[in-house]
Every structure is written in C-alpha cells, then in structure tokens.
C-alpha cells in the first residue's frame, strides 16, 4: 500500500539574504526501508513543481516491490519531499 506523508522540522533554515527562517515544516513521502546506519540504498527523488511527493500517484510505473522497475521498494528506500513553497504541506505562504 503506498505510504502516508510525514513532516519533519528543519530548526533555522539560513537564506542568502541573511534573513533566517524557523521551525520550517517538509512533508515527505518514503517508500521502503533505509539501511542503517549509512543510508546507502535511499535514492532522493524529486517531483515536478504541480505535483506532490506520493510518488506512487505520479510515477507508479517507475515502482515496484518485486524487482520489475527501477525504483524497487524492496532493494531501496524512496523519499520525496514536497518542495519549499508547495501547497501540499510544507513551507509556504499558506503556512
């Protein structure tokens, strides 16, 4: 089943203005499990700039939890976030 979102908090986000930004919300979605403790089978996806993280709602053609695509749940973990100013859960100026 695909996954729900989580939301992380990024303390201070530092941007070049030197203006700081705090307590910034990012809502990801993960599919599979990381290895701990190096990660060293998580691949970063990113979505386009009208779409979400649920990756299984955009790209499910690219997934798969049996080894016939690329981006097999079982062998990797898959996070994408939602994008800094997306309406879809993290940080915007609906926040």
Known sequence: PPPSTS????????????THLTN?????????AAIAPTGD???LVGHSLTSDSRIDQWWAEMMSSDGTAAL???RYCI?????????YGSFSPRS
């Open 41 to 43: 089978n998580v691949v």
């Open 24 to 32: 910034i919300p990012l809502t990801y979605s993960q599919y599979g």
């Open 7 to 18: 939301t992380l908090h990024l303390p201070t986000l530092p941007l070049d203005s030197g």
């Open 79 to 87: 996070i994408c976030f939602n994008y800094l100013g997306s309406p």
């Open 72 to 74: 097999d749940t079982t």
